[in-house]
């Protein structure tokens, strides 16, 4: 195009006019020396989101919101210790997440997939990246064909760059998990090669496995989870209908797109968003809708796909009155079980009991009464305790604590011994072990002691 328009000025400076050339038409695709580039309408939120699934994805263990405990093998929630004593928290919890990912299925479909999952997020970045080293169309991946790569960027040290920034992105991604299973304290120990007693002895090596999978995966399949083993996509096909969230294409305008494939271009799941179908790999990224928008708002008319949740052949004109329709037709069943899963979980919270007392026999011989109990105390929240302990229901000087004043370690275990005098007088006594915090939280256990002493005469 430059080439050809230096030669037509050459010409007319030369005096020589040639009006075959002159009457042919010349459209310029892109932007206009002097005008403001074209902008994503999706992409950017798109990305803006992205990130901030990858923050949170690191402040939910990191703030203590959500992680495991592998030294109890438990839950912690907002830093106390689940059992399956607390029921209420634990099935409110699973039902409020089960519940919520069915109501995304059925409305917003692959939205998760394009917007969220940091697995897409990733397999982005590295066909970014590739495309950029290696060339436009620049494919690397296990697909049985050869590499294809432009030759202008075939050279050493673009592959060592693309290599060296996959292991990096790998060793960085692989730090995530352990945010799960360790506190930031911890982690950062770890990541600075310092002892710590609270580290498993082989992390090293899971955290090596780690990066090789992850590396693997960003490298040479970047979408094999997604399209085999993604447990998202297969529960999504059980709910996913035809008003779920879709690229939807307005076929009464096709003469506007004959030859023209830029939205196919566009989409880096190589899906013609054309012809989506029920089922298919579109993550609904909009990737290909502002790529035809683009394309027609320098015609000043809009691009010939949208996103909609109506039925693909729905011709109705009230599309906001549809869509409504649609959604509360799918949230009349979920949405009872998310505010149940979120009732239920609050209520948990609310009642859950920070420490934990059981009483149980210290002595275990047959023939002979028991005279010794075993008061158990355990602290389920990560800061430390301090307990006071007091027996009710027998009389002043016919027991003895090991101590009444008991420190508590963060999630940790103590155990008290109660004893009883054996000239205790005959019968059968209802004591109650009472535990009381600083943090006004006060619990109780019952027992039945039964002393076979008998009175002298």
């Not at 897409?120 to 066909?127: D, Q, R, V």
Request: net charge positive; glycine share 6%.
């Amino acid at each position: 195009m430059k080439q050809i328009r230096q030669g037509i000025n050459l010409n007319m400076a030369s005096g020589v006019k040639y009006k075959s050339i002159s009457s042919i038409p010349v459209k310029v695709i892109g932007t206009v020396v002097g005008s403001k580039p074209a902008y994503s309408e999706y992409r950017w939120k798109r990305r803006l989101l992205q990130m901030l699934a990858l923050i949170l994805v690191v402040l939910i263990p990191a703030s203590g919101l959500f992680r495991i405990d592998p030294g109890a093998a438990a839950f912690v929630v907002l830093d106390r210790q689940i059992w399956l004593a607390d029921f209420s928290l634990v099935t409110g919890a699973w039902l409020f997440l089960a519940s919520s990912l069915v109501l995304l299925y059925s409305t917003a479909g692959t939205v998760f997939c394009g917007w969220v999952c940091p697995q897409n997020t990733m397999a982005e970045w590295a066909n970014n990246l590739t495309h950029k080293l290696l060339g436009k169309h620049a494919e690397v991946s296990l697909t049985g064909e050869a590499p294809r790569v432009a030759g202008a960027k075939n050279k050493i040290m673009n592959w060592m760059l693309l290599g060296v920034a996959f292991l990096g992105a790998a060793m960085f991604f692989a730090l995530i998990p352990l945010f799960y299973f360790y506190p930031p304290s911890v982690v950062w120990s770890f990541v600075i090669l310092q002892e710590n007693a609270k580290l498993a002895g082989s992390l090293h090596w899971i955290y090596a496995v780690c990066v090789v999978i992850i590396f693997i995966d960003i490298a040479l399949i970047r979408h094999f989870w997604c399209r085999y083993a993604c447990i998202y996509r297969v529960w999504m096909h059980s709910f996913k209908t035809k008003q779920t969230l879709h690229v939807a294409y307005d076929a009464s305008r096709s003469d506007e797109c004959v030859k023209c494939n830029y939205c196919v271009t566009s989409c880096f799941i190589d899906l013609d968003p054309r012809k989506t179908d029920i089922y298919d790999s579109c993550i609904n990224c909009g990737d290909c809708v502002d790529a035809c928008n683009r394309l027609h708002n320098k015609q000043g008319v809009p691009g010939l796909l949208r996103f909609d949740m109506l039925e693909r052949t729905n011709k109705s004109v009230n599309k906001f009155r549809g869509v409504a329709i649609s959604l509360f037709a799918r949230m009349g069943w979920t949405t009872p079980f998310v505010v149940l899963g979120a009732t239920m979980f609050i209520w948990g919270l609310w009642s859950y009991q920070p420490y934990h007392v059981a009483v149980g026999n210290a002595d275990i011989q047959q023939g002979r009464t028991i005279q010794e109990y075993r008061i158990a105390l355990a602290n389920k929240m990560y800061h430390s305790a301090e307990l006071h302990v007091r027996v009710l229901g027998l009389p002043p000087g016919s027991y003895q604590l090991s101590a009444e004043d008991i420190k508590l370690s963060p999630v940790g275990r103590e155990s008290l011994v109660l004893s009883i005098a054996r000239d205790l007088p005959r019968g059968l006594y209802s004591i109650v072990v009472e535990v009381s915090a600083g943090d006004t939280w006060m619990g109780r256990f019952p027992v039945q002691h039964f002393s076979e002493q008998r009175r002298k005469l």
